[in-house]
C-alpha cells in the first residue's frame, strides 16, 4: 500500500455486522477513502457471509478491502489484503499472510507501540505498518501522545506508510496528519446511523485537509 499522493487520507475500520453497508456507504459519501479495514464483530470470526457483501461494496468505491488477521479469507473471498493485529510470531505470521494473499495483495501490521516491532515488520516486506492505542490502555493522554512522537519518528526516518489507528476525533487526525501520518484510522461505531458517520467523516476529512492547508 503505497503512501498517499495529495495528503493524508482515511483508513476507515468497520465491524462486519448489520447494517455495515449503509454505514460504509455513507462513510464513502463524506471523504476520500482508499482503504477499509474489515473486522469481526464482537465474539465472531469474519467469514463469507459477514464479510463478503462487504468487501465487494468497498471495492465497488474503488478501495481495497482489508481483512483482520484473517489472510486465509484473502483470496477466497477477494478481499485485497490482510491487517495483522499486533502479537507475537510477527515475521512468522507475516511470512504466512504474505503466502497466503500473494506478492500482489497488501499485508500491513499493527505495531503497538513498538519501534522494534515496526522496524521488523516493514524490514521483512510489509506495506504499512500502523501505531494505535488498545482498549484496554488506561492512560489514554499518555497514549495519544506515544501514538504521536511514534508517527512522527516513523515518517521522519521511513519510507513505508504509516497509519495512525483508534484515532478519536478530528482534532487528533489534524495533529497524526501534520506529524507525517499517510492514513488516519477511523472506527465506524457498530449501530450508529448513517447520517452520523457521514458527519463524522467529513469532519475528519475536513481537518485533515486544514492542518495540511497551514
Not at 474489515?38 to 457483501?53: D, F, R, T
Not at 473471498?77 to 490482510?82: E, H, I, N, S, V
Not at 497509519?163 to 457498530?190: N, R, S
Request: hydrophobic fraction near 45%; aromatic fraction near 6%.
Amino acid at each position: 500500500m503505497d503512501g498517499p499522493e495529495g495528503g493524508t487520507k482515511l483508513f476507515l475500520v468497520v465491524e462486519a455486522c448489520e447494517a455495515a453497508a449503509d454505514r460504509v456507504s455513507a462513510a464513502f459519501t463524506a471523504g476520500s477513502v482508499p482503504s477499509v479495514l474489515i473486522v469481526p464483530p464482537e465474539g465472531q470470526q469474519l467469514n463469507a457471509s459477514n464479510a463478503g457483501p462487504l468487501i465487494k461494496q468497498v471495492q465497488s468505491h474503488g478501495a481495497a478491502a482489508l481483512l483482520l488477521d484473517e489472510f486465509g479469507l484473502v483470496q477466497q473471498l477477494g478481499a485485497d489484503g490482510a491487517h495483522l493485529s499486533h502479537g507475537k510470531d510477527l515475521e512468522s505470521r507475516y511470512r504466512e499472510a504474505r503466502q497466503a494473499v500473494g506478492r500482489t495483495g497488501i499485508v500491513g501490521f499493527d505495531a503497538g507501540n513498538s519501534r522494534h516491532d515496526a522496524m521488523t515488520i516493514a524490514e521483512a516486506g510489509a506495506d504499512y505498518v500502523a501505531f494505535g492505542i488498545p482498549a484496554n490502555v488506561q492512560n489514554r493522554i499518555k497514549a495519544r501522545e506515544r501514538r504521536l512522537d511514534l508517527i512522527a519518528w516513523w515518517a521522519e526516518i521511513f519510507e513505508v506508510p504509516c497509519v495512525a489507528l483508534d484515532v478519536e476525533t478530528p482534532e487528533l487526525g489534524a495533529a497524526l496528519a501534520q506529524a507525517g501520518a499517510d492514513f488516519i484510522g477511523v472506527k465506524i461505531e457498530a449501530g450508529a446511523p448513517p447520517s452520523d458517520i457521514a458527519r463524522r467523516i467529513a469532519s475528519f476529512a475536513d481537518a485533515i485537509q486544514l492542518a495540511e492547508a497551514n
